[in-house]
């Protein structure tokens, strides 16, 4: 079994909070990251796929397009943007580090799916060097 | 000749605009960094100071002042906020790596001045792993 | 599956010696680490917990919480130590990175397990950049 | 169950060709990669290896026999060489990041099973930071 | 004074060779490095440049533009090359840390004279993350 | 003028105590540092000459050739060894990251000037990656 990763980076901002609590709850939950003027992060994003090497071109995927498909499905949406404001699914889920690579998971998996050959199988986002959450699908 | 240095952290958001420029021109000098809902990255900063080594403690300075410095006079006004708008030099000047760099020394100099002994000498800011400002002084 | 990490660091003092062998043995296996007046490292640490994601608050597990559990469990204990001399558990095991990465596990899982919510499912000590060991639990 | 790390670098040259293909097919396949005058980098390589902690050592193996194996089995074949014309497994696979990750894999797993105690568990080859392969066998 | 540094990597093949050398004479200076194959690396490139913030944007040089130009002069010259036998400048010069640093500055230091408002102040180039040169201008 | 540099690592153990000061100043001054059971680091050392380049050879200085300077000079005297009760000139200076910076310069001066070509130009030693001193002589 073969993984084959590509990194990629974006910038971005965002905040914690969660309508349905006061802003006492809020800040006793989330701290400085309650601060709804938002803050920001340079993420790191680990795309993982999984499959067998092709013996004719000796890849796994084509990494020219494993990065197409993420500039694509991710950077483009991502990057220089306000998560909350901006990312449809961040209107519902806190962009925390987790729901953002489950977020990453479900742009990714149906691109690479559609492509043959290779599965989604690990997507690991960085919030800074301290902290990282990976999923690995349901 | 003696540089000390100590490395710190932030995470804050920030964008470029300049009121005096047409939404035109903005786009068109500062790009995706125009973007009024913000951006954010993990800021770098590395504080260098210059002094003789004290004999009785091998010290330049003592970086754990250093960094209480550091972090009263800098991460406690920077660290999850948004540069523009709750950054009183970032209301007037724009918030590039340049700038920071510049404000990060005005805040610092003269606190390192009244300890004595040393004095500032580089404030170096990286916005990510590839662009960094190095601000030595007038 | 969602796996969170947060990462720290240490720096610690040990030697590697085995009081059952002569010298020469020591020597033999233990090379320039068996020297008894100790060296160190910046030990860095990632401690793994793997859980469902709070629908509410976006958190597998407070990462302010885990740091601190951190902090009180390990960094307290072996930060600017040295580790054979003032750790209990090495006292009897030598502190070669495997057994630093089975000890951390020992003084994490039960907090861990105790706050609910999520299982620490890894832990991984780098001793340099070039050596690292990783304990999944039994 | 533990897993232990080591990390090495070699810097060697390759360029992707496959010779069942047109000049067309290998440059539309293969890119800047198809320039037969050969590119390089300096890759990065961790082998790990799972085994049970030796109560008297408190190793799983011993690391710098596991680096003379590394160096022997692998650096002193792929370090300043170019692979495609001077490794004899990548005159018939071609030397992506993938086939490398497997041909390391097959230099290190008898040698590891033949001193007994651990088995080889993972090669991953990092060919940039923003690229790297895992091999886990078959 | 405000330094600003941009980094970009290119990868690349070089070996050592003076002509005018015996290969014994090559082999006993470059070791290694003499092998005419070629081997490589992926090189890291900090261009530098020093001058005036400009108050309306805050830039001593607009880094999309400096991005541009270090990919138009350098990568586009250098990346996925064997600098020996595709670069003008290492038909003559051998491709050491040195003097591609020194190249790079003849390449980059016209260019930025032409924009205004700045000056080539430094290259800095890695060849591994333990070797690397500057060049400040003669 | 080219700065050429060489990175090398130790690690090591020290502590700070000044014995003509009483165990509460020693405490009050340096804090968990004053341990006198040691504690330890990876240090990072970066070691720059500067010269002209010999346009036979590309070379500042062979790096081969340095390298093996600061093993013979540095790196066997300090690696795996307690700084404080091994390595004469900390049996006098306290083992600062100063200290260190200057102590590295002492032992690495005479043997690149008696070398010829170039001159030691600046020693640079990070304790961690937060921390680091420079010395560029008197």
Known sequence: MILLTRRATFSASHYY????????????VFGRCANRNGHGH???LEVTVTGEVDPLS????????????IEREVLDVYDHRHLNKEVPEFAVAIPTTEN???????RLEAPV?????A?????RV???DDIFAEYLGE
């Open 42 to 44: 340079n993420y790191t």
């Open 126 to 128: 960085y919030e800074t």
């Open 58 to 69: 000796g890849f796994v995927v084509d990494l020219k397009w494993l990065k197409d498909v």
């Open 17 to 28: 909070w969660n309508p349905e609590w006061s802003e006492e709850k809020n800040i006793a």
């Open 100 to 106: 953002i690579a489950i977020a990453v998971w479900k």
């Open 113 to 117: 799916k559609a492509a043959g050959g």
């Open 119 to 123: 599965r989604l199988s690990r997507v």
